[in-house]
């Protein structure tokens, strides 16, 4: 069935080091992928879409890239912020043909000031 | 902005209890979900709606009970809580089925003794 992994936190990291949050994705369709952020006491918000492969999304320096072949959609960031402190949600959306978000277990990510 | 807000923000029962969760949201959205979080799971979908008086099923519906009484209204029914529904609730809308971006509430964290 459809799924989506993402990397196990929680990730601890110092402000200004670079940040890569890995995704893969498993469907037979043509998905839309998502990242999810998630701040504390705060429901997701949306970070970004991408609803076409070989396209890249962004949003706050973060950005991924829906890479059809390896079926990933890894986050990264150049230089991370302790604002960016927070819950990393990996999202699928339209596989095999529902409209039903799945979302990855999270990453808890941690930054250090 | 989208706007969804949950009532009340933290509950405790006992096993056995009666509990209901409420989500209102003020955005004009047809569709309203249910969701639960638990560490290593990610969010996971209880029930949804498109409409008042609609009800459809999600992935974790054992247990649950839900009622979409107007557009705004969506609430979420524990009739015998028991342990094992001691999460964090979280209620989401959005405007349209293929749109798939959803706006989320504050969330709910109950807990059942």
């Known amino acids: 069935g459809d799924s989506v992994t993402q990397t196990k936190g929680p990730v601890t990291l110092s402000e200004g080091t670079s940040l890569t949050v890995n995704c893969s994705y498993e469907?037979?369709?043509?998905?839309?992928l998502f990242w999810y952020v998630q701040y504390p006491g705060e429901g997701p918000q949306l970070l970004f879409k991408?609803?076409?492969?070989?396209e890249k999304g962004s949003n706050r320096g973060f950005e991924a890239t829906y890479d059809k072949g390896t079926t990933s959609f890894h986050l990264q960031k150049a230089s991370v912020q302790e604002s960016d402190s927070a819950v990393y949600y990996c999202?699928?959306?339209?596989?095999?043909?529902?409209?039903?978000?799945?979302f990855g277990s999270g990453t808890q990510l941690t930054v250090m000031p | 902005e989208a706007a969804v807000t949950q009532s009340p923000r933290n509950k405790v029962t006992v096993t056995g209890g009666n509990v209901t969760l409420s989500c209102r949201q003020t955005?004009?959205?047809?569709?309203m979900y249910w969701y639960r979080q638990d560490t290593g799971h990610g969010l996971r979908l209880i029930h949804y709606?498109?409409?008042?008086?609609?009800?459809q099923i999600g992935d974790v519906p054992d247990g649950y009970k839900a009622t979409r009484t107007t557009q705004e209204d969506f609430f979420l029914l524990l009739e015998l809580a028991s342990p094992s529904q001691t999460s964090l609730y979280f209620c989401?809308?959005?405007?349209?089925?293929?749109?798939?971006?959803?706006?989320f509430g504050a969330g709910t964290r109950l807990s059942v003794l």
């Open positions: 989401a809308s959005s405007g349209d089925i293929s749109q798939n971006t959803l706006y």
């Open positions: 999202v699928l959306g339209g596989a095999s043909g529902s409209w039903q978000l799945i």
């Open positions: 469907t037979k369709q043509y998905p839309t």
């Open positions: 709606s498109y409409g008042a008086g609609n009800l």
């Open positions: 991408v609803p076409k492969a070989n």
């Open positions: 955005n004009s959205h047809n569709y």
